[in-house]
Nanobody, 114 residues
Framework: QVQLVESGGDLVQPGGSLRLSCAVSGIFFGFTNMAWYRQAPGKQRELVAR???????NYADSVKGRFTISRDNDKNTVYLQMNSLRPEDTAVYYC????????WGQGTQVTVSS
């Protein structure tokens, strides 16, 4: 059974930082591209960052220079380091495993507010 479990979401003030984690089981993690998406209230889910099996990365323009995606193949975990957070980063953040099919986590809430 494939499981993706996100953690690390929280309430943080503007300018603050958070690190999200996504622990993956049930798939060959080292051979799977991974991504973080987010969905804000009333908006469509959007890609935030992606990391492929060779650890090449790409980011949404809105988070470039502030967010960093990384992976630890020994721990079957993908991370999203988020710095200089803004209120517009408020959303539910989802982890996604992208292989022959996609698998999704349950999401973790990130709220940026003073």
């Amino acid at each position: 059974q494939v499981q993706l479990v996100e953690s690390g979401g929280d309430l943080v003030q503007p300018g603050g930082s958070l690190r999200l984690s996504c622990a993956v089981s049930g798939i060959f993690f080292g051979f799977t591209n991974m991504a973080w998406y987010r969905q804000a209230p009333g908006k469509q889910r959007e890609l935030v960052a992606r990391i492929n099996i060779g650890s090449s990365t790409n980011y949404a323009d809105s988070v470039k220079g502030r967010f960093t995606i990384s992976r630890d193949n020994d721990k079957n975990t993908v991370y999203l380091q988020m710095n200089s957070l803004r209120p517009e980063d408020t959303a539910v953040y989802y982890c996604c495993a992208q292989g022959s099919r996609e698998y999704w986590g349950q999401g973790t809430q990130v709220t940026v507010s003073s």
